[in-house]
């Protein structure tokens, strides 16, 4: 029998160690990257998991079987929301940001928003399938465009404020927003052409669903390559949480596509 993400939700809900077990050996390599993209010097990974363990923990919460890019996806925002970060020393609103960008296409608005999640151009163009040039010109017009609707301005202004921008954004939905699966759908290459339509339609007028968008194909890079952490390397994560090693490193019980645990 195969152990799914689904039955890992489940026991670490319960703190059951074969659960945690499983989610340290899987999931400690996604934190260890969002915390290396991210530059945070806090929380360490420790922490993270910590939180995560705590009753409050929002992570394992659902009853309904969550698929790996889900959790990745909740578990990104999980970790975000933990990483100190210092004000902007110029900000900038999402309204402001949202009125300066209108001319842009939906594409052009997810390359520019790729910019306030920390992705220089040559990550952005391997993200979404463009030219690291591309990448740059689209982004030099989207700062004309928020230059000339703010009083101060300076080049990094999206970068600096990408924390309140990302916050701003992810709390802006609306009951007309698309779900997960239809943003992982257009990542995958499986909308039918009108759908797609439709989702443009919404999409280029919500940064709600640019933001959602944009950490989806976040996810999608994050858990690309990503290798599972051994027994030895997951046993100092383990004694953190003062979990006993659990039975669950089976190679066949790999969660993500092409991923290798390492020996
Ligand atoms: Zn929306």
């Given at each position: 029998?195969?152990?799914?993400?689904?039955?890992?939700?489940?026991?670490?809900?319960?703190?059951?160690?074969?659960?945690?077990?499983?989610?340290?050996?899987?999931?400690?390599?996604?934190?260890?990257?969002?915390?290396?993209?991210?530059?945070?010097?806090?929380?360490?990974?420790?922490?993270?998991?910590?939180?995560?363990r705590?009753?409050?923990?929002?992570?394992?919460?659902?009853?309904?079987?969550?698929?790996?890019?889900?959790?990745?996806?909740?578990?990104?925002?999980?970790?975000?929301?933990?990483?100190?970060?210092?004000?902007?020393?110029?900000?900038?609103?999402?309204?402001?940001?949202?009125?300066?960008?209108?001319?842009?296409?939906?594409?052009?608005?997810?390359?520019?928003?790729?910019?306030?999640?920390?992705?220089?151009?040559?990550?952005?163009?391997?993200?979404?399938?463009?030219?690291?040039?591309?990448?740059?010109?689209?982004?030099?017009?989207?700062?004309?465009?928020?230059?000339?609707?703010?009083?101060?301005?300076?080049?990094?202004?999206?970068?600096?404020?990408?924390?309140?921008?990302?916050?701003?954004?992810?709390?802006?939905?609306?009951?007309?927003?698309y779900?997960?699966r239809?943003?992982?759908?257009?990542?995958?290459?499986?909308?039918?052409w009108?759908?797609?339509?439709?989702?443009?339609?919404?999409v280029?007028?919500c940064w709600?669903?640019?933001?959602?968008?944009?950490?989806?194909?976040?996810?999608?890079?994050?858990?690309?390559?990503?290798?599972?952490?051994?027994?030895?390397?997951?046993?100092?994560?383990?004694?953190?949480?003062?979990?006993?090693?659990?039975?669950?490193?089976?190679?066949?019980?790999?969660?993500?596509?092409?991923?290798?645990?390492?020996?």
């Open positions: 029998m195969i152990y799914t993400c689904y039955e890992m939700a489940r026991d670490c809900r319960a703190d059951k160690p074969e659960g945690w077990t499983y989610f340290i050996s899987h999931y400690v390599p996604v934190i260890r990257k969002l915390l290396e993209h991210y530059r945070a010097n806090e929380p360490t990974v420790e922490q993270v998991l910590k939180t995560l705590q009753p409050e923990s929002s992570l394992f919460q659902s009853l309904e079987p969550a698929p790996e890019r889900w959790l990745a996806a909740e578990l990104r925002q999980l970790v975000v929301e933990q990483i100190r970060r210092p004000q902007a020393e110029i900000p900038v609103d999402l309204e402001t940001v949202s009125v300066a960008l209108e001319p842009l296409t939906v594409v052009e608005k997810q390359v520019a928003w790729l910019e306030t999640m920390d992705y220089d151009a040559a990550r952005t163009g391997a993200m979404m399938r463009m030219a690291p040039a591309t990448v740059e010109k689209i982004r030099s017009r989207a700062a004309e465009l928020i230059r000339s609707k703010s009083d101060v301005w300076r080049a990094t202004i999206l970068g600096d404020n990408g924390y309140n921008l990302g916050r701003a954004a992810a709390a802006a939905g609306t009951k007309e927003c779900p997960v239809d943003f992982l759908d257009v990542i995958d290459g499986r909308t039918t009108p759908h797609r339509e439709r989702m443009t339609g919404h280029t007028a709600h669903c640019v933001d959602h968008f944009c950490r989806m194909v976040e996810v999608v890079d994050l858990l690309r390559g990503i290798k599972l952490l051994s027994e030895a390397e997951s046993e100092p994560y383990r004694g953190a949480l003062g979990i006993a090693a659990g039975k669950q490193s089976k190679p066949w019980m790999r969660l993500f596509r092409g991923a290798r645990a390492s020996h």
